[in-house]
């Protein structure tokens, strides 16, 4: 359930209502009055400004109530997430100002004549001239935005803002929105290929499945910079780094457990092979047709090649069939699919990753009662898995030592430094992946990247600090 501010305010009638009326008739409706402004008070009349904390879906139906009220003017309503976004939420300024004509015949014409010219015969002179060293691109076409769907390029937009947000205050990123109104996958990637030579990576993002697929394969292929699906990698960099320390909490090893991984779409499949790469032996993926089984056929190419993988069960059957002495259950698919009963079948100490959003594939207050470590995607329960705790520092490492790309062990290397930002004397059953706003996530990821695009001969440039 999303919750939210919204400012009221409210002409009242003093001889037709009190203050104790309107508070009563907000909390009836399931408001929470957080503040109260008087804007204009007199003997007869007064004109408040009422903050009011709700749901999403009681905003209208507490304004309503209010309008209802004998002697009360509802003179406007103000939603503060709608107020943030006015405008759009990020912007571009120059890094030095413009004040004379000597200003102007360096930055413009004609002193850019010059640089230009460095540039058109060293074109990797760019990086350092440009803005190209410290600009990433998050691109979508709008079809797969988390918990909404299919709702096109220009309602991802926010989201793709937001992102960009991130990007600079986390990690001091230039990131800029492209939201491309085609959902062909020849177009995509041409329009990504065209645009690149400004930006130093490309974010894909929200982008369905299994088109994701074919649209990062192609363009890692076929561009020199850095291409990384956040809904796929993100997510899983997030799961392996809490499973990581949750398999400490619990005193197992990952070569030992027994993995389910619930939903193979995006998420899942990138989920099931960085599990794989970590060293997991047996694992189990399923879908809404059941398990993916070893030796089995399938027309979906991420699922035929899991069904190659020597790891993979070939054990047949539902997900309530199969969970049963499962050690680790990871979902990505949707909500109340699991009761507590089919948690219990699973082997002692057991640990739950459900992260299907809003509701979870089980609800929280059921599997806490019967699971060792628990697991959401939501920031309102312990122990959040959250993409955020990624991209910033596997740009910011990709970008400073110009990867060529983003390969399986710097996804892994990143998935170890942020479970090592939870420290042994922190780490228990509540603790187990470090908070987004953790100072020492950013530089921790930055840092094992490096050192993984550098072992693996992508990196093409050392940063100082390795040096």
Request: net charge negative; with cysteine; proline share 5%.
């Amino acid at each position: 359930m999303a919750y939210n501010s919204i400012i009221v305010r409210l002409e009242m009638n003093h001889e037709l209502v009190n203050f104790g009326e309107v508070a009563s008739t907000v909390s009836k409706a399931g408001g929470d009055i957080r503040s109260i402004d008087v804007i204009r008070s007199g003997q007869h009349n007064s004109v408040r400004d009422i903050t009011i904390h709700a749901a999403d879906d009681k905003e209208r139906e507490i304004t309503e109530a209010l309008r209802s009220l004998p002697g009360i003017v509802v003179v406007n309503v103000s939603d503060q997430t709608f107020l943030a976004h006015l405008g759009g939420k990020i912007e571009v300024a120059p890094r030095q100002p413009i004040k004379n004509r000597d200003d102007l015949s360096k930055v413009y014409t004609p002193g850019v004549a010059r640089v230009s010219t460095a540039i058109h015969e060293n074109p990797d002179k760019a990086y350092s001239l440009t803005i190209k060293r410290n600009t990433v691109a998050v691109v979508t076409d709008g079809t797969a935005v988390l918990g909404l769907g299919d709702i096109g390029p220009k309602a991802a937009a926010p989201v793709m803002e937001g992102k960009a947000m991130l990007f600079k205050q986390l990690a001091g990123v230039d990131a800029f929105p492209i939201c491309l109104d085609t959902k062909d996958t020849e177009e995509i990637i041409r329009t990504i290929k065209a645009i690149s030579p400004i930006f130093g990576g490309i974010n894909l993002e929200d982008i369905s499945s299994p088109r994701c697929f074919e649209i990062e394969r192609r363009l890692d292929e076929e561009l020199d910079i850095p291409v990384f699906h956040d809904d796929q990698h993100g997510t899983a960099i997030v799961v392996v780094a809490g499973l990581l320390n949750a398999l400490k909490v619990v005193g197992k090893r990952i070569e030992h457990v027994r993995v389910i991984v619930n939903g193979i779409g995006a998420a899942g499949v990138s989920i099931c092979k960085m599990l794989l790469a970590a060293g997991v032996t047996r694992l189990v993926p399923v879908d809404r047709e059941g398990a993916i089984v070893r030796g089995g056929q399938y027309d979906h190419p991420m699922w035929a090649w899991l069904a190659e993988q020597p790891q993979v069960e070939a054990v047949q059957g539902t997900l309530q069939e199969v969970i049963d002495g499962a050690d680790v259950f990871i979902g990505v698919s949707r909500g109340n699919i699991l009761s507590a009963d089919d948690v219990s079948r699973m082997a002692e100490n057991r640990i739950v990753f459900a992260m299907a959003n809003p509701t979870p594939e089980i609800e929280p207050e059921e599997a806490l009662k019967v699971v060792r470590v628990f697991a959401t995607g939501r920031s309102d329960y312990p122990n959040q898995i959250n993409n955020v705790l990624v991209f910033p520092g596997m740009f910011r490492g990709a970008l400073d030592c110009r990867a060529k790309t983003i390969n399986e062990p710097m996804k892994l290397a990143a998935a170890r430094a942020i479970a090592a930002v939870v420290k042994a004397e922190e780490r228990h059953e509540q603790y187990i992946i470090p908070s987004i706003f953790n100072d020492q996530v950013v530089p921790n990821v930055r840092r094992a990247v490096i050192e993984a695009a550098i072992l693996t001969g992508v990196a093409r440039r050392i940063p100082p600090d390795f040096r």
